[in-house]
């Protein structure tokens, strides 16, 4: 969509078993830059806030 678009999306959570530390290197590797240009964070400060890894498996997207 353009910018000002509402999209949704609707699917199932799964809380993964293994550590947030665990699973991190892919994120890490693609949102870094992100986390520390937009959110003014580090991946490390983002794993303590957040520890527990979730996995959304996406059923439905709607674009308003």
């Avoid at 353009?2 to 892919?26: H, K, M, N, P």
Wanted: charged share 35%; net charge negative; no cysteine.
């Amino acid at each position: 969509g353009e910018v000002g678009d509402v999209v949704t999306i609707e699917g199932d959570a799964e809380l993964l078993d293994e550590s947030a530390v665990a699973v991190i290197d892919g994120y890490g590797a693609k949102y870094e830059t992100e986390i520390r240009e937009y959110l003014g964070s580090t991946l490390e400060k983002t794993i303590e806030e957040y520890p527990t890894p979730i996995r959304i498996t996406p059923r439905r997207v709607r674009m308003y």
